[in-house]
């Protein structure tokens, strides 16, 4: 197997760039890189045959993915997750059918793996030593793995008040963690100053050119698991928004190759009611997102105020058809609960807001009963139990009738 990668282009003026190095955003409009590949060459290898023997991990689409060696595709199983039926959820929002993409699944519970798994051994391949970032949830404890798993040192700069679940696995992969008296924005301008006075390789969201490229194998799996085809809607809670281009970038590709059509899910943004940047712009016709200020939301992956590639994500939605909704922090809450309580998975707050928004654009007839729903469950719900409220009765060990702690249970319903 080996890599079609044969070059850089930057999605905003075009320039090309060598991939050979070690790369950031394009040196001269400093707008997001992709890299590109020669897809006649790489059609010819991936094929739907010749990946029906490969494991599912990030490595599966190696032909189309940016490490060049593959002593350097470093993996901890990442990827692979299974496209869950959500029937109960979906008759109870008036869906036909409504899918559960659950990146819960991944190490370190989160889809950030896919993205920080590509970069991090992209950048052990180019000769870099540390990588850093600031991050005050799942991208860190990716970092820190895939830190490890490559042998490089990894940085992490959070701000103090990070739940301690996230500095300890940090910790645990042996990262440097660095505590800042200050807001995300601080601990990134941080971190830019190590990258500048020690030579860190700053991981963060789009400002090198691989993390995209880890990302886009969700939508690879997703149109893979379908067989070789794309839903109609996919539902996405976006934050820096790698996620959602780096799926749209895989259709792309996948067209192509020849392994799918030209059509398009409606690519559909949800973000906080109080960092909502995107779905602000998507309203107002702008190509751009103005920055939000005072951000604040209990969904940290969604606490992007702005978005460097916000161009990308918004002609996604626009080309597709797609949409851009707000969903409140209770909503979110509520859409967690829901989402366990009917199809038996934890997610995380910023899942909750995707649950919720399939249910809002059902009611509102922007989704039709006829059209194929992914939900995109970016994370588990078990690095946020502190969200979970609840009793449970103490029982004397000598209780003779502990059926009387027990509700009434609901009538079962049919499978
Ligand atoms: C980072 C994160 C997001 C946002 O993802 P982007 O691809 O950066 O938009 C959504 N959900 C969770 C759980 C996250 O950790």
């Known amino acids: 197997m080996r890599s079609y990668i044969t070059h850089l282009e930057c999605t905003y003026c075009g320039a090309q760039h060598k991939h050979s190095e070690v790369m950031k955003t394009c040196p001269e409009c400093n707008k997001v890189l992709y890299a590109r590949y020669d897809l006649e060459g790489a059609k010819a290898s991936m094929t739907k045959e010749a990946l029906k023997d490969r494991e599912w991990n990030l490595w599966r689409y190696f032909e189309i993915m940016p490490v060049t060696d593959p002593a350097y595709a470093f993996t901890l199983g990442e990827g692979g997750t299974p496209l869950l039926e959500a ?23 989160s889809f950030k793996v896919r993205g920080l798994g590509a970069a991090v051994s992209r950048a052990a391949e180019l000769g870099v030593d540390t990588v850093a970032m600031p991050s005050a949830g799942n991208a860190a404890a990716a970092m820190a793995a895939y830190a490890r798993r490559a042998g490089l040192r990894g940085i992490v ?119 909502a940047p995107i779905v602000r712009a998507f309203n107002a016709g702008a190509r751009h997102a103005e920055r939000w200020e005072n951000a604040h939301t209990v969904a940290s992956g969604l606490r992007v105020p702005a978005a460097i590639a916000d161009y990308l994500i918004l002609d996604a939605v626009r080309e597709s058809g797609g949409t851009a909704i707000t969903v409140s922090d209770d909503e979110m809450l509520h859409g967690m609960e829901l989402l366990a309580r009917t199809e038996g ?3 995380s707050p910023e899942v909750g807001s995707v649950v919720v928004a399939a249910q809002k654009l059902r009611e509102s ?36 009738n502990p059926a009387r702690f027990v509700p009434t249970p609901e009538r079962r319903s049919q499978p």
């Open 87 to 109: 029937p109960k959820l979906a008759s109870r929002f008036g869906f036909e059918r409504l899918l559960v993409k659950d990146e819960g699944l991944n190490p370190t519970g």
């Open 157 to 275: 700069a959070m701000p103090q008040d990070t739940p301690s679940v996230m500095k300890a696995e940090c910790r645990i992969y042996g990262a440097t963690v660095l505590l800042v008296d200050g807001l995300i924005d601080d601990c990134g301008a941080l971190i830019k100053r190590g990258a500048g006075s020690a030579g860190w390789f700053d991981c963060s969201t789009l400002k090198e050119p691989y993390r995209q490229e880890g990302k886009k194998t969700m939508g690879i799996e997703i149109a893979e698991q379908l067989g070789w085809r794309v839903p109609d809607a996919l539902i996405y809670p976006t934050g820096g928004g790698t996620g959602i281009v780096g799926i749209w970038k895989a259709f792309d590709e996948l067209e192509q190759m020849g392994l799918i059509g030209s059509k398009r899910p409606k690519m559909i943004v949800v973000q906080a009611e109080n960092c």
């Open 345 to 347: 998975i934890f997610a």
């Open 365 to 400: 007839g922007v989704l039709k009963e006829s059209e194929e729903t992914v939900l995109v469950s970016t994370a588990s719900g078990l690095m946020h139990t502190e969200l979970v409220q609840g009793d449970s009765p103490v029982l004397n060990k000598n209780e003779p």
